[in-house]
């Protein structure tokens, strides 16, 4: 062959790499340090969930530790003593916070078992259609 034979490849372009390849070299590249970051990141959101619950754990502590010499079934079945007297109990209270549950039950439950199943046997109603979406939340 002479010098001057035309190469078989003359007239194409040299191959140019996908996008898709670009892209797994770059991630190949960078993978580990965003593995390390990723760690790191999670990490340290462990710690902010640690100290931020701390507080209330040592608050707890020292609740459950000071009080818990006074709790015993006198506690749950007596009235409440004047605020000098040492010995009461919270009857009223469990008593009172019982009542409450039972009216907001007695109000809440058939209105929320009534919208339950309207929503459920009236899907293609205009009103069911409004109002479907603001149940998704829950």
């Given at each position: 062959m002479s010098?001057?034979?035309p190469?078989?490849?003359?007239?194409?372009r040299a191959p140019t790499r996908s996008y898709?390849?670009?892209l797994a070299a770059s991630t190949a590249r960078t993978l580990g340090r965003r593995r390390a970051v990723s760690y790191l990141m999670v990490g340290l959101t462990y710690l902010a969930a640690f100290l931020a619950i701390?507080?209330?754990?040592?608050i707890?502590?020292?609740?459950?530790?000071?009080?818990?010499?006074?709790?015993n079934l006198a506690f749950f079945l007596h009235m409440p003593k004047p605020p000098d007297a040492t010995d009461g109990g919270m009857a009223n209270a469990i008593a009172g916070t019982?009542?409450?549950?039972a009216i907001a039950s007695a109000?809440?439950?058939?209105i929320g078992i009534g919208a339950g199943l309207y929503l459920a046997e009236q899907r293609g109603a205009r009103l069911a259609t409004a109002v479907r979406p603001s149940f998704w939340r829950f």
């Open positions: 010098a001057a034979a190469s078989l490849n003359a007239g194409r898709r390849d670009v701390l507080p209330l754990i040592l707890s502590w020292h609740l459950l530790q000071a009080g818990a010499k006074s709790i019982g009542i409450i549950v109000i809440g439950l058939p």
